[in-house]
């Protein structure tokens, strides 16, 4: 047996291994997300601001099954809803707090990042998709993004600005309500933890807030095994035990993953196609995915390009082979669905991406309508449902 051919059946050994030892097996957790399942990207990019109450409810109607969403930790303690390290991309920090605009989002307190606009930079970089309704858009917090899901909106001052309280043990409280611009859609949530090693004990704290927010698959009142992703043309997986994924980059995070998790929900380990992948080395590829196996994911999450391919199809193969699935991040263009998607239409499809994290949500739920795997295509333009949403 040639060397190539022993380590990817010692992958595939593994995975069997895996599936043994975990009660609910790979597959079995792998099932509790569709497949060909839309990931709306930070919300979207594109429309709204990203990582905003705006984006987030965008995505929510546009009818995404997933919203995903990155976590950071504020000083006193808030998980934090951003992308970056820092809060000066995305928002006017350095007008609000001058030399500041380079520090940590953990040397904020979270009323220091609520007096932040989260809007107002998207409106200068994007001004064909500018609204002055999102001048002063909140930097969310971790609760923000699944009320959202289930339908609420956050609940706010005449002034616009949202309403929390801190008792007497300095832990805040949000206030929500009805949506009544909710059309019924109920996506579930993928939590991507940022830089896990900056912030100990993030992990558990993340079980203990889904916990309390109803949001635990493993805690309280679990959905029903045979609880559908679609209710006629509304998602529902918002209601199933596939409601969360959990990701990260970081490798001692995703061991704590599985620590604090125990492998029984959606988990998925991110690769970067940086200059630091080589994804022509089948020793790296075959390490990726032993890492994976032996650190309860059930995906591989990595990124679409050009130069350095993050999924190359021998990778897919791989990743197949090994009884994992893939989601790939971060598409824009229907040019770059059709590529990732594959060869086929309907039951004979054989995408490369078992789901698309898409800053276009918009575009991959109708792609996918046209492809013959999805049940439903948006009924409304993008800009139609931000109206109708308010802003």
């Keep these: 047996m040639k060397k190539r051919d022993l380590i990817l059946a010692l992958i595939i050994g593994l995975g069997l291994t895996a599936c043994k030892h975990n009660g609910d097996g790979i597959k079995g957790i792998q099932a509790l997300m569709p497949e060909n399942a839309v990931i709306a990207h930070r919300g979207t990019i594109y429309w709204a601001p990203e990582l905003t109450e705006a984006a987030f409810r965008w995505a929510r109607n546009t009818g995404s ?12 303690g808030v ?34 990042i609520a007096l932040l606009d989260a809007g107002s930079p998207f409106n200068i970089l994007r001004p064909e998709q500018a609204r002055d309704s999102f001048i002063g858009q ?29 008792d007497e043990n300095g832990k805040y409280h949000f206030e929500y309500e009805p ?21 100990p004990g993030i992990e558990e704290q993340i079980y203990e807030e889904l916990t309390t927010m109803g949001w635990n698959p493993l805690e309280g009142k679990v ?56 994804f022509g080395s089948e020793e790296v590829l075959d390490e990726l995915i032993s890492f ?15 130069d350095n391919d993050g999924l190359p199809p021998h990778f897919a193969e791989k990743i197949w082979a090994a009884g994992l ?24 499809a054989r995408p490369l991406a078992n789901g698309m994290i898409t800053n276009r949500a918009d ?9 013959g795997v999805r049940r439903y295509r948006t009924d409304k333009s993008p800009e139609k449902i931000l109206d109708e949403l308010g802003y």
Excluded at 80 to 106: K, Q
Excluded at 269 to 276: A, E, H, K, P, Q
Excluded at 335 to 341: I, P, S, T, V
């Design 65 to 76: 099954d997933h919203m995903e969403l990155d976590v950071h930790r504020s000083k006193d």
């Design 79 to 112: 998980l934090i809803v951003i992308h970056d390290r820092t809060f000066r991309r995305t928002t006017n920090v350095a007008e609000v707090f001058p030399g500041r605009e380079n520090d940590p989002i953990d040397t904020f307190t979270y009323v220091e």
């Design 138 to 166: 909140d930097v969310p917090v971790f609760e923000d993004v699944f009320r959202i899901a289930e339908g609420k909106r956050i609940r706010r001052n005449p002034d616009g600005s949202r309403i929390f309280n801190v």
């Design 179 to 199: 949506d009544p611009a909710d059309n019924g859609h109920r996506p579930g949530v993928y939590i991507e933890v940022k830089v896990n090693e900056n912030y």
């Design 223 to 278: 959905p029903g095994k045979n609880e559908p992703f679609y209710v006629g043309d509304k998602v529902n997986i918002g209601n199933t035990s596939g409601k969360i994924l959990i990701q990260t980059f970081s490798r001692p995070g995703m061991s704590n993953f599985k620590r604090v998790f125990g492998e029984k929900v959606l988990c998925s380990f991110l690769i970067s196609n940086n200059r630091n992948t080589d």
């Design 292 to 306: 994976a196996l032996a650190n309860g994911a059930q995906f591989i999450g990595t990124n679409l390009g050009e």
């Design 325 to 348: 699935k893939t989601n790939v991040y971060s598409f824009n263009t229907l040019e770059q669905m059709e590529k990732y998607f594959g060869e086929g239409t309907g039951r004979n």
């Design 363 to 371: 575009l991959t739920i109708d792609f996918y309508y046209e492809k």
